[in-house]
């Protein structure tokens, strides 16, 4: 069935540093999404991403999807406290029913 | 509004006892799910609607039955409850024409 693949599953940023982390699917995607846990909280939705080769900026978090619509990239520059917390991408599922599949998150940890 | 509600936050069940886990929204959402968040694997679906009286299968539905007699409710039933069950449970909706995804607090269930 369809997967979602994210790497790295952790992340430990130095404060002010960059990072990116990955979103691979098994199938060809309509869109993709992102959400945000912080510690202890549910998902927020951030952003979602349609055409292929999307580029979406919201402040310091750069949101790309791929030209194939088969996988989806965060990246953060100058890392802050705040961005501690779990990214998760979803895509929706093949069937007709607009499930999401979710990836299993990447963990990220902020070093002062 | 209230958002996506859940209750309770926190429970403590023995092996076989049943319970449900009640959510709600106030949004008119015709789409809501329940999700299961086990360490390092994610949101993993276990039951979806798109409306009253229609229901479907997730990813993870073994163990689980839901309804929907009413837009706003979506109470998840667990018939007899197993250590493997032990986890936090996300509810969530969404509008039909649109594919941001709101979600509940959250309910931390434990099985001893």
């Known amino acids: 069935g369809q997967q979602v693949m994210q790497i790295p599953q952790y992340q430990h940023v130095q404060e002010g540093e960059d990072f990116t982390t990955y979103c691979n699917s098994s199938?060809?995607?309509?869109?993709i999404q992102w959400y945000k846990q912080r510690p202890g909280g549910h998902p927020v939705f951030l952003i979602q991403?349609?055409?292929?080769?999307e580029v979406k900026k919201q402040k310091r978090l750069t949101f790309q999807f791929g030209e194939a619509k088969k996988n989806s990239s965060l990246h953060i520059t100058a890392t802050q406290t705040t961005d501690v917390g779990t990214y998760f991408c979803?895509?929706?599922?093949?069937?007709?029913?607009?499930?999401?599949?979710f990836g299993a998150g990447t963990q990220v940890v902020v070093t002062p | 509004n209230a958002g996506v509600t859940q209750t309770p936050k926190f429970q403590v069940l023995k092996t076989g006892q049943s319970m449900t886990l009640q959510c709600a929204q106030d949004?008119?959402?015709?789409?809501m799910s329940w999700y299961r968040q086990d360490p390092g694997m994610g949101l993993r679906l276990i039951h979806y609607?798109?409306?009253?009286?229609?229901?479907d299968q997730g990813e993870v539905p073994n163990g689980y039955n839901v309804s929907r007699s009413t837009t706003e409710d979506f109470p998840l039933r667990l018939l007899s409850a197993a250590p493997s069950q032990t986890s936090v449970y996300f509810c969530?909706?969404?509008?039909?024409?649109?594919?941001?995804?709101?979600f509940g607090p959250g309910t931390r269930l434990t099985v001893t």
């Open positions: 991403l349609v055409k292929s080769g």
């Open positions: 949004m008119n959402h015709e789409y």
């Open positions: 609607s798109v409306g009253a009286g229609i229901t």
């Open positions: 969530a909706s969404r509008d039909r024409g649109l594919d941001e995804q709101y």
């Open positions: 199938t060809t995607l309509s869109n």
């Open positions: 979803a895509g929706p599922t093949t069937d007709s029913w607009g499930k999401l599949q």
